[in-house]
C-alpha cells in the first residue's frame, strides 16, 4: 500500500463543540463576531439520536494561525446559553481531520 | 386511560428513499449501482446533501459486515461531493469522541459501528494515517489517569470497551501500517496499548471471584497477535511501563541528537 507523502502542515481546522442544540449558525457568528478572517465555515446541527446528549458544532477553517490562540484564548470553556438559559460551556480544538474543501469551482457530476 | 400513541417517524418519500438506498439495498454486490442512484438525487438541495450526509455518518443502521461498502461509496462519491465527504469524516470523528465523553453502554453498538467505519474509510483513503494514529491514542488517553487511585470517571476500572474499540479499529486496518514510519508509528503505539492494557488488568477490582474478562484477554491477544506474529507481550503493567519507559528514553536522545538543545532540567515528554 502506497501512501502519499502525508502533510504535516500547521493545523488551521478547528471546532467549537457541545454547542446549544437550539443554537442556529446566525447566532452563534453573532455571538463570536468579529469572525476573524477564515477560509471556511461550516455549522452541523445536533444529532437528535444522542438524545438528551444531542449537541452543535461549527467548523472554522482560520485563514491566520495567529488568530487560533487568541480564537482558543477567547472561546475555550465560554459558555454559550440557550433559548431557556441552559448553559453550554464550549470546546475549541483543532480538528482532527484538517481537511477543507477546495473552494474551486468543482466539477460538475456529469451522472 | 389516554395513553400517547407510539410516533412513528413520517418522512417525505425522497428520505425514505435515501434510507433504503443506505440501510436495505447497500450490499458488497450492490455498491456500484446504489453508487449510481446516489449521484442521481438533486445534490444542489442542501437538505438532500445534509440528510445524505447525515444518514451515512449513521452507519450503525447498516448491517456491520456492510460497513465497508459505506467507505466505498463516500469514496466514489468524494470527487463530486468532496463537502459531503469531508463532513462526514468529520461527523464520525465527533461521534468517536461524544461516545467517550457520554459513556453510556446503550450506545456501545454504535461506537464499535462508529470505530469500524473510520477504520474502512482509511482502507478506501478518505482518512490519512494521522487521523488513525490519534484516534488510537484518543482510546487510550482521553481522561485517563495511570494511577490506580485517580478517578477515571469516563474510564473507569471496570470499562474495558476503549480496549475493545482499539482492537475492533486495529482489526479492521492495522495490517496495512507494516512498512516505513507507519509501521515505526504502529509499534510505538502497541507499546502504549500494551501498558493501557495491563493497567487495565491489574486494577484490584479483578480478583480470583472476579477475574479480569476472558472475552476481552483474547481478543486483545488476537489482534496483537494477527498484526505482529513476532512481538513478545508484555506479562505484568511493571514490564509493559518498562517498554514505555525505554521507548521515551530512546526518542529524548534521538531528539537531542538532532536538536540543538542546551542541557536543561525539564524533561521533554
Not at chain 1, 457568528?29 to 471556511?40: N, R, S
Not at chain 2, 507494516?178 to 484490584?204: E, H, I, P, T
Given at each position: ?111 | ?146 494511577e490506580a487511585n485517580a478517578p477515571n470517571i469516563l474510564d473507569q476500572p471496570e470499562h474495558l470497551f476503549r480496549v475493545r474499540l482499539v482492537c475492533v479499529l486495529l482489526d479492521v486496518c492495522g495490517q496495512y501500517f507494516d512498512r516505513g514510519s507507519s509501521k515505526k508509528k504502529m509499534d510505538c503505539f502497541l507499546v502504549y496499548f500494551q501498558r493501557y492494557y495491563w493497567f487495565k488488568r491489574q486494577a484490584s477490582i479483578w480478583t480470583e471471584e472476579r477475574p479480569f474478562p476472558m472475552d476481552i484477554e483474547y481478543l486483545y491477544r488476537d489482534t496483537l497477535e494477527s498484526l505482529r506474529p513476532k512481538l513478545q507481550l508484555c506479562t505484568s503493567f511493571e514490564e509493559a511501563q518498562k517498554a514505555v519507559d525505554e521507548l521515551e528514553k530512546e526518542i529524548r536522545e534521538k531528539l537531542a ?13
Amino acid at each position: 500500500r502506497r501512501e502519499k507523502r502525508e502533510k504535516e502542515n500547521a493545523p488551521t481546522k478547528v471546532v467549537v463543540r457541545r454547542l446549544p442544540p437550539s443554537l442556529s449558525p446566525e447566532e452563534f457568528l453573532e455571538q463570536i463576531a468579529p469572525v476573524p478572517e477564515h477560509t471556511d465555515f461550516y455549522f452541523c446541527r445536533p444529532d437528535m439520536s444522542l438524545g438528551s446528549n444531542a449537541v452543535s458544532r461549527a467548523y472554522i477553517n482560520f485563514a491566520k494561525f495567529e488568530d487560533i490562540c487568541l480564537f482558543r484564548e477567547k472561546f475555550d470553556g465560554y459558555v454559550f446559553l440557550d433559548s431557556k438559559g441552559n448553559e453550554y460551556p464550549v470546546v475549541v480544538e483543532f480538528a482532527p481531520y484538517q481537511k477543507c474543501a477546495k473552494k474551486k469551482a468543482k466539477k460538475p457530476d456529469p451522472k | 386511560p389516554d395513553l400517547p400513541q407510539m410516533v412513528r417517524a413520517e418522512r417525505p418519500a425522497w428520505q425514505e428513499y435515501i434510507r433504503k438506498l443506505l440501510y436495505k439495498d447497500l450490499s458488497k454486490t450492490t455498491t456500484e449501482k446504489v453508487l449510481r442512484q446516489a449521484r442521481k438525487l438533486n445534490w444542489d438541495d442542501p437538505e438532500v446533501s445534509s440528510y445524505m450526509t447525515k444518514c451515512i455518518i449513521h452507519v450503525w443502521n447498516m448491517r456491520y459486515n456492510n460497513i465497508h461498502c459505506a467507505a466505498n461509496l463516500l469514496a466514489g462519491l468524494a470527487p463530486y461531493h468532496e463537502e459531503v465527504a469531508i463532513h462526514v469524516v468529520d461527523g464520525v470523528l465527533e461521534d468517536i469522541r461524544i461516545g467517550m465523553e457520554i459513556n453510556h453502554p446503550k450506545f456501545n453498538q454504535r461506537r464499535v459501528s462508529m470505530v469500524k467505519f473510520l477504520g474502512e474509510l482509511y482502507n478506501y483513503r478518505m482518512v490519512e494515517s494521522a487521523v488513525i494514529f490519534k484516534t488510537l491514542y484518543t482510546f487510550i488517553t482521553f481522561a485517563v489517569f495511570l494511577e490506580a487511585n485517580a478517578p477515571n470517571i469516563l474510564d473507569q476500572p471496570e470499562h474495558l470497551f476503549r480496549v475493545r474499540l482499539v482492537c475492533v479499529l486495529l482489526d479492521v486496518c492495522g495490517q496495512y501500517f507494516d512498512r516505513g514510519s507507519s509501521k515505526k508509528k504502529m509499534d510505538c503505539f502497541l507499546v502504549y496499548f500494551q501498558r493501557y492494557y495491563w493497567f487495565k488488568r491489574q486494577a484490584s477490582i479483578w480478583t480470583e471471584e472476579r477475574p479480569f474478562p476472558m472475552d476481552i484477554e483474547y481478543l486483545y491477544r488476537d489482534t496483537l497477535e494477527s498484526l505482529r506474529p513476532k512481538l513478545q507481550l508484555c506479562t505484568s503493567f511493571e514490564e509493559a511501563q518498562k517498554a514505555v519507559d525505554e521507548l521515551e528514553k530512546e526518542i529524548r536522545e534521538k531528539l537531542a541528537s538532532i536538536l540543538p538543545i542546551q542541557d536543561t532540567d525539564e524533561q521533554t515528554e
